[in-house]
């Protein structure tokens, strides 16, 4: 089932499902504080993107669609009725691109600190010197740069044991993993066109101190989208939902009841 995927439920699955999609280079275990403030209303759904967290890298050879057949067959194995899904970054990549592909499928969309670019040819040669990292420094080489950008300098010096915690649990990641996700970020296709077709509620979050997906991109994309609501999160950087949960619950909260049926 699922391609071997890690996959989490909390909440009873009598309750109306919500699949939260991780960025990268990080796993489910990004999610578990909207899970916890949710899992008593919601049937709430995380995972480990192909390569990531606990599921295996296989080949390593990994596309966007890759990725949204995976999530396609989590919904169908689950049998879960017009899902919500709330995707951060890499994780929101996935889910525009499969609002695109089966937008009936959907009861939702919650896309966090992400954008509907693909990647410029600059953003192309980065994937290209990060997987060459990866081959000489492991995939410590890459985290270690990369998940410092992804917080504020405050919450790192105010939470370092958390902070730390988290820099332990990616570094071990599976550098095949880690190239595939890099190669199918790379490759993605644009979804900016579709944006004025979406036509399932939609909600928006952006860090404020956002450096990677900064609040000016997400505000256009939210102006792209009909009727769809735009919120920045205060003290916090690419990993909002992490870093500042309280604001990002509420809103997810407030979404997710407003939404007819769900
Ligand atoms: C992420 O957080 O998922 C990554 O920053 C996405 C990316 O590298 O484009």
């Keep these: 089932m699922n391609n071997n995927l890690a996959i989490y439920q909390d909440g009873k699955d009598n309750k109306k499902p919500i699949i939260f999609i991780h960025g990268f280079p990080f796993d489910h275990f990004t999610w578990y504080k ?4 949710l899992k008593s209303t919601y049937h709430c759904i995380t995972y480990d993107i192909r390569g990531l967290g606990e599921s295996p890298a296989g080949n390593g050879q990994f596309t966007m669609e890759l990725f949204v057949d995976d999530l ?3 919904i169908n194995d689950l049998n879960l009725e017009k899902p919500v899904i709330c995707g951060l970054s890499m994780g929101g990549y996935i889910a525009l691109r499969a609002v695109e592909r089966e937008q009936g499928k ?7 600190d ?7 040819n600059e953003g192309k040669l980065g994937r290209a010197a990060a997987i060459k990292n990866v081959d ?19 919450f790192i010096t105010l939470n370092k044991k958390e902070y730390e915690e988290i820099l332990d649990r990616y570094i071990t990641s599976d550098p095949v993993g880690i190239k595939g996700c890099l190669l199918a970020m790379a490759g993605r ?43 920045i999160i205060p003290e916090a950087a690419h990993l909002s939902t992490f870093e500042n949960e309280k604001p990002v619950n509420l809103s997810i909260s407030d979404f997710l009841d407003n939404i007819n049926g769900v």
């Design 136 to 154: 000489k420094n492991g995939a410590r080489g890459f985290v270690e740069g990369f998940i410092p950008k992804c917080f504020t300098e405050k």
């Design 114 to 120: 992400t954008k509907s670019e693909a990647d410029s």
């Design 34 to 37: 909207q899970v916890n403030f």
């Design 106 to 112: 959907f009861g939702g969309i919650i896309l966090c």
């Design 72 to 74: 396609f067959s989590i």
């Design 189 to 231: 296709t644009d979804t900016t066109n579709f944006l004025p077709k979406i036509n399932i509620p939609a909600l928006l979050i952006c860090g404020g101190e956002d450096r990677i997906t900064p609040p000016d991109v997400m505000m256009a994309m939210a102006g792209k989208i009909p009727g769809s609501k735009f919120l």
